[in-house]
């Protein structure tokens, strides 16, 4: 894994409970004056072996991160309190 360990995070604010697996948030530097935000989680099966998804979507109305987290990922928001599943 070369993510870097300043930009793992082991909780999200409100979620009522840790991560389940090395989970990491930041940017990469895609010219000097432009960025793009990345979130990894590994696999909670076998991360040395299954592979990676990067998923893109999102646009007007609606960021990659909020289809990611509801499509994909592993959280389910309910009655607006955020849930690890």
Avoid at 10 to 25: D, E, F, R
């Amino acid at each position: 894994m070369a993510a870097p360990a300043a930009d793992e995070f082991t909780q999200l604010p409100g979620a009522p409970s840790a991560m389940k697996t090395k989970s990491y948030s930041g940017y990469l530097k895609v010219t000097d004056s432009k960025a793009l935000h990345y979130v990894f989680l590994e696999s909670e099966d076998q991360p040395d072996k299954d592979p990676v998804v990067v998923w893109f979507n999102g646009g007007p109305g609606c960021s990659s991160l909020l289809g990611f987290i509801q499509e994909h990922g592993p959280f389910v928001f309910e009655d607006g309190a955020m849930n690890l599943t």
